[in-house]
């Protein structure tokens, strides 16, 4: 059984920075691909980023291009978003997926990760 547990959320004034890290256990992950999503009030789920556990590729949402970034650390199974220059419309419930055989057309599709974590609010004041 997969478990993912976030941390790293909080609340941060407009400009300011937070890293979320995603943390999996119960499989060693040496290919797939880990992603974070997030989903505000009255929103559907929309994708943030996803990493290749092997490649190390990434990909981006372009409302988080330049500003976010996504790494893993193989050695320890986890995943992490380095968040800069928040602003108030990434105030959100952030989760991390990870998916066993997601191809690169699908690194957005929320439907395509078969393992979540529960998620970690992230709020961003102006």
């Known amino acids: 059984q997969v478990h993912m547990v976030e941390s790293g959320g909080g609340s941060v004034q407009a400009g300011g920075s937070l890293r979320l890290s995603c943390a999996a256990s119960?499989?060693?992950?040496?290919?797939?691909?880990m992603g974070w999503f997030r989903q505000a009030p009255g929103k559907e789920r929309e994708f943030v980023a996803a990493v290749g556990w092997s490649s190390g590729r990434t990909y981006y949402s372009d409302s988080v291009k330049g500003r976010f970034t996504i790494f893993r650390e193989n050695a320890k199974n986890t995943v992490y978003l380095q968040m800069n220059s928040l602003k108030p419309e990434d105030t959100a419930i952030y989760y991390c997926a990870a998916g066993a055989s997601v191809d690169v057309a699908g690194v957005g599709i929320a439907a395509r990760y078969g393992y979540w974590g529960q998620g970690t609010q992230v709020t961003v004041s102006a």
């Open positions: 119960g499989h060693t992950f040496s290919t797939g691909t």
